[in-house]
C-alpha cells in the first residue's frame, strides 16, 4: 500500500520566517494530495490540495509543490505568523482510494 | 452549511466493553471515512462508506465495524475494547466517494481503562 514520510517532525521558525515541510510518497499512481492544518484539540482543516496534473498551487502565503517523478510534495509558508502555530499533515490519495497521512510536523512560530 | 459533527465527544470505557460513535455528515455529502488519530502513529484511516456500502477498509482489526444510513449518517463500532484502542476517532465527509475532499468532524476522545 501508499506511504508517505513526513519531515521534520519538528520545526521551530521565527515570526516573519519561511516555513517549508517535505512529504515523499510510495504509490506512483497517486493522484491527490491535500494538507491539513490542526490547532491543538481541534479538528484538522483542509488548508490546500494539488492534483498529479498540477506542478504548484497558491493561495496567499502558503503553495504547495509537487515532484511526480521523485514522489514528493512540500508545503511552503511564506512570512509566518503566531497563529500559523500548528501539527501539519500531508496526505497521499493512492491507486486504492484510501488517503495515507504524514505523521505531521509541529510548526511553532515565535514572536 | 453545518459542518461535519461528531457524538460523543469524549467517551471513557473499560476493557472489554464495546462502544458505538457517531458521526453526521455535511448536508449533500454522501462519503463517511473514519480514522483512528494517536500520537504515536498519526491518523490512520479506518473504512469508508458511500451510499450505505463499504467502499474501503483500513488495516484495522474485525473488532472494529461500520455502517451508514440512507441519511448518510454513519456509526462506528469497537467490540471488545483493549487499551490500544485509545485514540481519536475522527470522520471526515466528502460529496463523492474515493477520498476525495474531505472534511473533518471535532473527533470522539475514547479512552479505555
Known amino acids: 500500500g501508499e506511504n508517505v514520510e513526513q519531515h521534520p517532525s519538528t520545526l521551530s521558525v521565527q515570526e516573519g520566517d519561511s516555513a517549508v515541510i517535505k512529504c515523499t510518497y510510495s504509490?506512483?499512481?497517486?493522484?491527490?494530495f491535500p494538507w491539513y492544518k490542526q490547532e491543538l484539540g481541534k479538528r484538522p482543516q483542509l488548508i490546500i490540495d494539488?492534483?498529479?496534473?498540477?506542478g504548484e498551487k497558491k493561495d496567499q502565503r502558503i503553495a504547495v509543490t509537487l515532484n511526480k517523478t521523485a514522489k514528493h510534495f512540500s508545503l511552503h509558508i511564506t512570512e509566518t505568523q503566531p497563529e500559523d502555530s500548528a501539527v501539519y499533515f500531508c496526505?497521499?490519495?493512492?491507486?486504492?482510494?484510501?488517503?495515507?497521512f504524514g505523521k505531521g510536523t509541529l510548526l511553532t512560530v515565535n514572536p | 452549511k453545518a459542518g461535519v459533527t461528531q457524538t460523543p465527544r469524549y467517551l471513557i470505557k473499560t476493557r472489554g466493553q464495546q462502544v458505538t460513535l457517531s458521526c453526521s455528515p455535511i448536508?449533500?455529502?454522501?462519503?463517511v471515512s473514519w480514522y483512528q488519530q494517536t500520537p504515536g502513529q498519526g491518523l490512520q484511516f479506518l473504512f469508508e462508506?458511500?451510499?450505505?456500502?463499504?467502499?474501503n477498509k483500513g488495516n484495522f482489526p474485525g473488532r472494529f465495524s461500520g455502517r451508514q444510513f440512507s441519511n448518510s449518517r454513519s456509526e462506528m463500532n469497537v467490540s471488545t475494547l483493549e487499551l490500544g484502542d485509545s485514540a481519536l476517532y475522527l470522520c471526515?465527509?466528502?460529496?463523492?466517494?474515493?477520498?476525495?475532499?474531505?472534511?473533518f468532524g471535532p473527533g470522539t476522545r475514547l479512552l479505555v481503562l
Open positions: 471526515a465527509s466528502s460529496p463523492g466517494q474515493g477520498a476525495e475532499t474531505q472534511y
Open positions: 448536508s449533500g455529502h454522501r462519503s
Open positions: 504509490d506512483s499512481a497517486s493522484n491527490y
Open positions: 462508506y458511500f451510499s450505505e456500502t463499504q467502499r
Open positions: 496526505a497521499a490519495r493512492g491507486s486504492n482510494y484510501k488517503l495515507t
Open positions: 494539488i492534483r498529479s496534473n498540477v
